[in-house]
């Protein structure tokens, strides 16, 4: 089964953070999942169940203090790491459209992603290329790749490095696109790497290697 993961969350897990999950933003208030919870209403000062506390609220944006740290999560997204088996797990909620978000990083680049199980490789728009400085004319090779549209001429790269939250992977293969969406598509170059499980409405993914 194909899943999609639409633009947007910059996760940053830590191990004693507790499970919170942004499901929606009003002005000054936000809709919290915490711990595995039903949604609440929480005022931008409020303390949550876990006793950490609602600091600000944006447009789609949470900021969460607890231990004297800050963080921000986005809608959809659950800021949350658990221990599995030797490795960590990060926890994603769908946004309204019911896909996944995620961000992280291409070669130290910031960047958003969708999750493509449908995409062999870890699929870049030329003109976001150009911008993260990747010289894909002059080290990548020619090749096409079929599309729904049909065929579509792309470049193969080599990343030196991908980071998905807190995951990083070196040395994946990827591809450069001078058409089709303008987004960036997390393939199965490094969807291979993770152990991904759908429960409740959430998609856990854990780090195999």
Do not use: C
């Not at 191990?15 to 999950?21: F, L, T």
């Not at 990548?140 to 790269?157: D, E, H, K, S, Y």
């Amino acid at each position: 089964m194909r899943i999609a993961l639409v633009a947007a969350l910059m996760l940053t897990a830590l191990s004693s953070r507790a499970d919170v999950g942004l499901v929606g933003t009003l002005k000054d208030k936000a809709l919290l999942a915490v711990n595995g919870g039903a949604p609440r209403t929480f005022p931008v000062g409020a303390t949550l169940p876990d006793g950490s506390r609602l600091v600000g609220v944006t447009s789609g944006e949470a900021t969460i203090e607890e231990g004297g740290k800050r963080y921000t999560i986005r809608l959809g997204e659950y800021a949350a790491s658990k221990a599995n088996g030797g490795g960590n797990s990060m926890v994603l909620s769908p946004d309204t459209n019911g896909h996944y978000s995620v961000a992280g990083e291409i070669n130290g680049v910031p960047v958003k992603m969708m999750l493509d199980t449908g995409a062999t490789l870890v699929s870049i728009p030329a003109v976001l290329a150009d911008k993260m400085g990747i010289d894909y004319r002059n080290k990548g090779r020619r090749a096409t790749t079929q599309t729904a549209a049909g065929t579509a001429p792309v470049w193969i790269v080599k990343l030196d490095k991908v980071k998905v939250g807190d995951f990083e992977f070196a040395n994946v293969d990827g591809s450069i696109n001078e058409a089709g969406l303008n987004v960036i598509l997390l393939g199965n170059s490094v969807l291979k790497r993770l152990d991904m499980k759908t429960e409740s409405g959430t998609l856990t993914l854990t780090k195999r290697f």
